[in-house]
């Protein structure tokens, strides 16, 4: 029995055992059977996470994913044929996406690493899978800690290798099952069990920050620092880790709510870009923590962390009780207002720093909507119109987005137009009418969409803002019977934010 139970004993510990796979997801709250992507290489690290991934036992629904940049040219194309050929042995599905980028060393690590994400998210989508699994480990971890800790970073950016996020709004889940391992742990495990892999020849290269760092200022920390240096380093890795996690659960339940009123005055793909954050719920809490809840709802909605004068002047505007405008980072805005913060993106411009209008054929400013018909904006949103019949005092839509009006004294055929300068509007509700741009300024649109609000008319009169508000003059009486259901609808899925 001794030489079955000692077999056994090390298969348990064996790197490649049927049981790994599952203790590495198991902390991430991830199933072993879930389907996943992984991310493919072929450096130590990767390969090391294909074979545990592969030997699971029942193995999960994999494919591997090769991105190639072409940057080494033939040794690029032999990392390659290397995955393909190790995916061949392993029986695991394998895709190899090219996404050339432009060798200049000037920001070539953030413009990869965004583009391989990209490719990723989209190998996952077509795949039907929401699971992305990269093999970053440990001393990744530590060398991004550095990097953000020299370079600025606010402290809700430092644990920046979170072991599981999602890349984008409703798109698939990037988890990191090795950040629990150390590089030379992976490369001792990957040589025992006689496993090959490629060495990036660019990895050596000292004009990149991150190889700097590991080549040349970790190793002179430990010969000056002393054996435990390094380690010493891991454990604060560690605790900023630890603690950006219970800093994080104080300000949870914070959150972007839905950009306002966006499908009337957005594209449909960008429709979903942006929110706002309820300004008394940031407001209350310390300034400290304030700050660091700020920078991360920013990094999420835009894509990166705001710049810290940026986040020091929001902070100064938030607890002084001011309202106003922001840049934060990339053209992106933070519009200060009594209830909210509201994060607008960057302004949609045309061609000599016009502001854009609805893309109607031709560019016509109107377009006609029969009733019942359909009026496509050319943008991935269209208005629809339907005769209703309902029983008098019968309820009614009220969603910005889809609304009903009373039909009397309308014609067989509506318009669908831009604003115009000079134009007047009576919303629901109110005691008489005002300015257009007034009231949209009053509901918060910010001027540079303003011209992108399409507007249903009947003749001069503006019967719905779409999206927005419908008019009092063709409101639901309650002797009203036939009625017009008007509706903004987006056609196109919304643009996926960038990974960060």
């Known amino acids: 029995m001794e030489p079955a139970d000692s077999a056994a004993s090390d298969a348990a510990r064996s790197p490649f055992a049927p049981g790994r796979w599952s203790a590495l997801l198991a902390p991430l709250g991830v199933a072993a059977d879930e389907p996943v992507v992984l991310a493919l290489s072929g450096g130590a690290d990767s390969v090391y996470l294909l074979g545990v991934a592969a030997a699971a036992r029942p193995r999960p629904r994999l494919c591997a994913v090769h991105v190639d940049h072409g940057l080494r040219g033939a040794e690029s194309a032999g990392d390659a044929a290397f995955c393909a050929a190790e995916c061949a042995r392993l029986e695991v599905p394998f895709e190899r996406i090219h996404a050339p980028l432009d060798p200049a060393p000037s920001g070539l690590e953030a413009r990869a690493r965004e583009a391989r994400y990209a490719a990723l998210a989209q190998a996952a989508r077509a795949a039907g899978i929401g699971l992305i699994a990269t093999a970053h480990h440990a001393d990744d971890a530590l060398e991004t800690l550095i990097l953000r800790w020299v370079r600025g970073a606010e402290f809700a950016g430092l644990a920046a290798l979170r072991p599981r996020r999602e890349l984008a709004p409703g798109g698939p889940n990037v988890v990191r099952p090795l950040l629990g391992l150390r590089r030379a742990q992976i490369r001792a495990e990957l040589s025992g069990a006689g496993r090959a892999w490629r060495e990036d020849s660019s990895n050596a290269d000292p004009r990149f920050a991150r190889n700097a760092l590991r080549v040349e200022l970790l190793p002179r920390i430990a010969a000056a620092c002393g054996p435990d240096a390094l380690e010493n380093l891991f454990a604060f890795e560690r605790a900023v880790a630890d603690l950006e996690a219970?800093?994080?659960?104080?300000?949870?339940?914070?959150?972007?709510?839905?950009?306002?009123?966006?499908?009337?005055?957005?594209?449909?793909?960008?429709?979903?870009l942006g929110g706002s954050v309820a300004r008394g719920e940031l407001a209350a809490l310390p300034r400290p923590l304030a700050r660091r809840a700020l920078a991360r709802l920013l990094a999420d909605v835009a894509g990166a962390l705001p710049r810290r004068a940026a986040l020091d002047a929001l902070l100064d505007d938030l607890f002084g009780g001011r309202t106003g405008s922001r840049q934060v980072r990339g053209g992106w805005r933070v519009q200060l207002r009594g209830d909210r913060l509201d994060v607008e993106p960057p302004a949609p411009r045309a061609a000599g720093g016009r502001q854009l209008a609805l893309p109607f054929a031709a560019g016509v400013d109107q377009g006609a909507l029969a009733v019942p018909g359909a009026c496509d904006l050319g943008d991935g949103r269209r208005i629809t119109a339907a005769r209703v019949e309902r029983a008098p005092g019968s309820g009614f839509p009220l969603a910005a987005e889809r609304v009903e009006i009373d039909a009397r004294g309308l014609p067989e055929a509506l318009t669908v137009r831009t604003p115009r300068r000079g134009d007047r509007f009576h919303p629901l509700g109110a005691a008489g009418s005002k300015p257009l741009a007034r009231f949209l300024a009053d509901c918060g649109v910010p001027r540079h969409d303003r011209a992108r609000i399409p507007l249903v008319v009947a003749g001069d009169e503006i019967v719905w803002v779409a999206g927005v508000r419908p008019a009092h003059g063709v409101r639901v009486r309650s002797d009203t019977r036939a009625r017009i259901e008007l509706a903004l609808v987006l056609d196109e899925e919304p643009r996926p934010r960038r990974a960060r």
């Open 246 to 272: 219970a800093l994080a659960s104080r300000s949870g339940e914070l959150r972007i709510a839905p950009p306002r009123f966006a499908a009337a005055r957005r594209a449909a793909r960008d429709a979903r």
